[in-house]
């Protein structure tokens, strides 16, 4: 209920909008910009001085110099700084630890990842993302302009210590996170901001992965339990001050396995990496877990294992059940399997859309896409430094 | 990824702030204008001077003149027009048909209801909305202007042929409603929307009711089945095309009753009406259905009839159960138990809560809160009428 903006609010929205849009979809020419954007061509002229002498956009002349039906000077075409522009996605999930410089448009442009031990504490997780921070900006080049941070963190990897708990305290990680990046060396002012690792998956794939164009989506993010980024309306769907449900504990299974969270019969219980590897076979032995362990189990069931198999058709079967709940719930255009479930789904197809197809209303299942993420495993990366890139993208040129 | 709004775009967004600043909050004066929507004295005057002119609101003296300790002269009061700008709110449930003229501010100004008998057909639940319409527009002051109509179909009253089916194509009830207003002697310019009822009781629920300054709810409604209005991060949860998901079709009951969709166990079989008259014994006799059979349970169960409270006692837990794995999911500050399922949970809270509490996550209980409608049973014609608003909210001097 805030009045309206002024012109030079205008003016910073007209700059965040131009640069959001080549960010998001890559160099563009300026006549396509001016179409895309409604703006006028003079006006499309003046945001794009201002972006490149922000050093934030690039002007160059088309490669496929004049098509010789088409009069007149080529329209210049305006790109992303990617190789000027950076920010850090650091992702704590249940049984890693990735850190990737990613420039302007997306782009990954260094990387570092880490096994993260069975236990090991949130302490000794954010020392891991501050050491390879601090490795990655000394190797970064010198004209690099740092912007800020997005942490993502795993469902399943939430507590402060370090432990699979249930309802952390929101944000957690940002302190820590903040802390650690000043001890790597980061400027202290940049924005650290964090969020759950479901929910960076879907902004990523919303963004420019396989959910691009489709604005009712639903990511699940499987790692020990389940978790869910959710998008209706092109809108993620938050809870309570922000903090997303835990669709890993809706009950599918009256009266089914006792779940920690006290509940019996937890969609995660009766899904999550250790229903597979409960009934798996030799596919999850030598104390592995995590998503090699689940690849294991797939890896035994196509070489005709028949304990991994009956396993994998039954988490597929009850995989199937709920996505057929979240389906007649929220009724939207498609579901992302990611993580481990991916490789669950990949291995299990028939039961997942068997079950589905028994509790999916018709109606609902009529414009329902099951994908996996088109950026793979980096969708948390990508998530996260999309994160990172709001601030930005929102007020290009607020220098703080 | 619009352009900035002109000069008088920012005029007429904040003609449309202080107009439903009003019309939602009520009489209030300059000065608390001044302060609530951050503009400045002048321009709060020069905005009410254009809306009172257009017939939007008026300004009058406060009431309790001149506190002894206050100098200089009181400021002005701005009140909505609800004597002279309405909208018809038109609601087609499955067992009854409302319709009510209702002024701007949210005031309810004449009303009528028929009980709708079961099998009636659209057409002819139009042509009463139709007739009645017609009734109270011929009997509505001569200055009223009519702005336009907001519909509400009930979950279970949504196909075209009025029979209770599932999936029947979004906005079945805009032209039929629209023709029904012509042929009262409607003007034809005047929009006419509708929403599912359950989206619609929430948004009135959430604009002035039980919800109003809470952003993350959930409303159901209880007809012959559940549907909810879902509103997270203050806005209303949609689905592809707008279209909601079926709440009532999550499956909580594996190899439970059949439901009509096919699939066996959906939570509507187990809460829905049908589920409490099943088992309730002579309570829901005679042919009685809708909520006049749901209250004759809930009285046989008060009078102490066994089967009566054995069939309350199991509804209310399958009750806590969905609403359980709801909160779970979506993680909200309030869920609001409407039409027959208000009736239930007034009686059944007991069980309603004790498996609620068994299945909800602790972190997401601590901050839940279970209410009825405050709007009773209006909060479906409110919302109806809110819908009708928007457009004139949006942008108060569109005269068309």
Same mark, same amino acid.
């Given at each position: 209920?805030?009045?309206?903006?002024?012109?030079?609010?205008?003016?910073?929205?007209?700059?965040?909008?131009?640069?959001? @849009?080549?960010?998001?979809?890559?160099?563009?020419?300026?006549?396509?910009?001016?179409?895309?954007?409604?703006?006028?061509?003079?006006?499309?002229?003046?945001?794009?001085?201002?972006?490149?002498?922000?050093?934030?956009?690039?002007?160059?002349?088309?490669?496929?110099?004049?098509?010789?039906?088409?009069?007149?000077?080529?329209?210049?075409?305006?790109?992303?700084?990617?190789?000027?522009?950076?920010?850090?996605?650091l992702?704590?999930?249940?049984?890693?630890?990735?850190?990737?410089?990613?420039?302007?448009g997306?782009?990954?442009?260094?990387?570092?990842?880490?096994?993260?031990?069975?236990?090991?504490?949130?302490?000794?997780?954010?020392?891991?993302?501050s050491?390879?921070?601090?490795?990655?900006?000394?190797?970064?080049?010198?004209?690099?302009?740092?912007?800020?941070?997005?942490?993502?963190?795993?469902?399943?990897?939430?507590?402060a210590?370090?432990?699979?708990?249930?309802?952390?305290?929101?944000?957690?990680?940002?302190?820590?996170?903040?802390?650690?990046?000043?001890?790597?060396?980061?400027?202290?002012?940049?924005?650290?901001?964090?969020?759950a690792?479901?929910?960076?998956?879907?902004?990523?794939?919303?963004?420019?992965?396989?959910?691009?164009?489709?604005?009712?989506?639903?990511?699940?993010?499987?790692?020990?339990?389940?978790?869910?980024?959710?998008?209706?309306?092109?809108?993620?769907?938050?809870?309570?001050?922000?903090?997303?449900?835990?669709?890993?504990?809706?009950?599918?299974?009256?009266?089914?396995?006792?779940?920690?969270?006290?509940?019996?019969?937890?969609?995660?219980?009766?899904v999550?990496?250790?229903?597979?590897?409960?009934?798996?076979?030799?596919?999850?032995?030598?104390?592995?877990?995590?998503?090699?362990?689940?690849?294991?189990?797939?890896?035994?069931?196509?070489?005709?294992?028949?304990?991994?198999?009956?396993?994998?058709?039954?988490?597929?079967?009850?995989?199937?059940?709920?996505?057929?709940?979240?389906?007649?719930? @929220?009724?939207?255009?498609?579901?992302? @399997?990611?993580?481990?479930?991916?490789?669950?789904?990949?291995?299990?197809?028939?039961?997942?859309?068997?079950?589905?197809?028994?509790?999916?209303?018709?109606?609902?299942?009529?414009?329902?896409?099951?994908?996996?993420?088109a950026?793979?495993?980096?969708?948390?990366?990508?998530?996260?430094?999309?994160?990172a @890139?709001?601030?930005?993208?929102?007020?290009?040129?607020?220098?703080?």
């Amino acid at each position: 209920m805030r009045a309206g903006p002024s012109q030079e609010e205008i003016r910073r929205q007209n700059l965040g909008a131009l640069l959001r @849009f080549v960010h998001r979809h890559g160099a563009m020419s300026r006549a396509e910009l001016t179409a895309k954007l409604g703006l006028n061509r003079s006006t499309i002229g003046a945001l794009t001085a201002e972006l490149t002498a922000a050093g934030l956009v690039a002007e160059a002349a088309p490669r496929e110099a004049g098509r010789a039906g088409r009069a007149g000077r080529p329209s210049l075409v305006v790109s992303p700084r990617s190789d000027a522009v950076c920010a850090y996605a650091l992702a704590i999930e249940v049984d890693r630890i990735r850190v990737a410089r990613v420039g302007l448009g997306g782009v990954v442009a260094d990387r570092r990842e880490a096994a993260r031990e069975p236990g090991q504490s949130g302490e000794e997780a954010v020392k891991q993302v501050s050491s390879f921070v601090a490795e990655m900006h000394a190797a970064a080049p010198a004209q690099v302009r740092y912007i800020g941070s997005g942490g993502a963190v795993g469902g399943r990897a939430r507590a402060a210590d370090g432990s699979i708990g249930l309802g952390p305290p929101a944000g957690w990680a940002d302190e820590p996170l903040r802390a650690a990046l000043l001890a790597a060396g980061l400027p202290g002012e940049a924005p650290v901001t964090t969020g759950a690792a479901a929910d960076l998956a879907a902004l990523a794939e919303h963004t420019r992965g396989a959910a691009a164009g489709y604005d009712n989506v639903i990511y699940l993010y499987g790692d020990a339990g389940i978790s869910a980024g959710i998008i209706a309306g092109g809108r993620r769907v938050p809870g309570y001050l922000g903090i997303p449900g835990e669709v890993g504990h809706m009950v599918v299974h009256p009266g089914g396995r006792p779940c920690r969270c006290g509940s019996q019969g937890c969609w995660e219980t009766e899904v999550g990496e250790q229903a597979l590897l409960r009934g798996g076979g030799g596919g999850g032995g030598g104390g592995v877990t995590g998503q090699a362990a689940v690849r294991a189990v797939v890896d035994s069931a196509a070489q005709g294992d028949t304990s991994a198999r009956t396993a994998l058709r039954r988490v597929g079967d009850w995989l199937g059940f709920g996505v057929g709940n979240l389906v007649n719930i @929220f009724n939207p255009e498609m579901v992302i @399997f990611g993580e481990t479930l991916r490789d669950i789904y990949l291995a299990a197809a028939a039961p997942v859309r068997s079950r589905l197809n028994s509790i999916g209303l018709a109606a609902s299942r009529g414009h329902l896409r099951l994908r996996t993420p088109a950026l793979g495993d980096d969708a948390v990366l990508i998530g996260a430094a999309e994160l990172a @890139f709001e601030e930005l993208l929102a007020d290009p040129l607020d220098q703080r």
